[in-house]
């Protein structure tokens, strides 16, 4: 029952989200979508649609139980010389899969075509 639950949410979140992780943006067609607590579950978050997201299995892993906005956060800033190479790398891909959405788009632009990708979705692309 709460697995169907999360699945569900896991399912609604990834079409949402244009079919992409919430935090560094790979496409799922690229790494499989996990179903991420925005507010864990250690600190009380139920496993309703509002509270789920669909994120890469290494970001979910490297988010732990950090809450979404503070995770965010996190993998916006460059890190720091000797940071772990996980957080390194999912600031890395982040930036690697904006750019990319980023060409995406404009090339769609060009020939007029609707951007279906994250940041047509209204995603924050900072
Ligand atoms: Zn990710």
Same mark, same amino acid.
């Given at each position: 029952?709460? +697995?169907?639950?999360?699945? #569900?949410? +896991?399912?609604? %979140?990834?079409?949402?989200? %244009?079919?992409?992780? #919430?935090?560094?943006?790979?496409?799922?067609?690229?790494?499989? %979508? &996990?179903?991420?607590? +925005?507010?864990?579950?250690?600190?009380?978050?139920?496993? /309703? $649609?509002?509270?789920?997201? !669909? !994120?890469?299995e290494r970001c979910n892993?490297?988010? !732990? &139980?950090?809450?979404?906005?503070?995770?965010? $956060?996190?993998? #916006?800033g460059t890190p720091q010389?000797?940071?772990?190479?996980? /957080?390194? /790398?999912?600031?890395?891909?982040? +930036?690697?899969? /904006?750019? &990319?959405?980023r060409v995406c788009r404009?090339?769609?632009?060009?020939? $007029?075509?609707?951007? &279906?990708?994250?940041?047509?979705?209204?995603?924050? %692309?900072?």
């Open positions: 029952m709460e +697995r169907d639950l999360i699945s #569900k949410g +896991r399912k609604a %979140a990834a079409a949402r989200q %244009a079919g992409c992780c #919430k935090y560094c943006f790979v496409p799922f067609s690229v790494s499989p %979508a &996990t179903a991420e607590h +925005r507010v864990p579950r250690s600190k009380g978050g139920s496993n /309703l $649609g509002h509270n789920i997201d !669909a !994120a890469c892993k490297l988010k !732990a &139980t950090m809450g979404a906005k503070r995770f965010v $956060g996190v993998i #916006k010389i000797g940071a772990p190479l996980e /957080l390194t /790398l999912a600031w890395s891909r982040r +930036r690697i899969w /904006l750019k &990319t959405h404009d090339i769609g632009r060009i020939v $007029g075509m609707a951007d &279906t990708g994250p940041l047509g979705v209204g995603r924050a %692309a900072a």
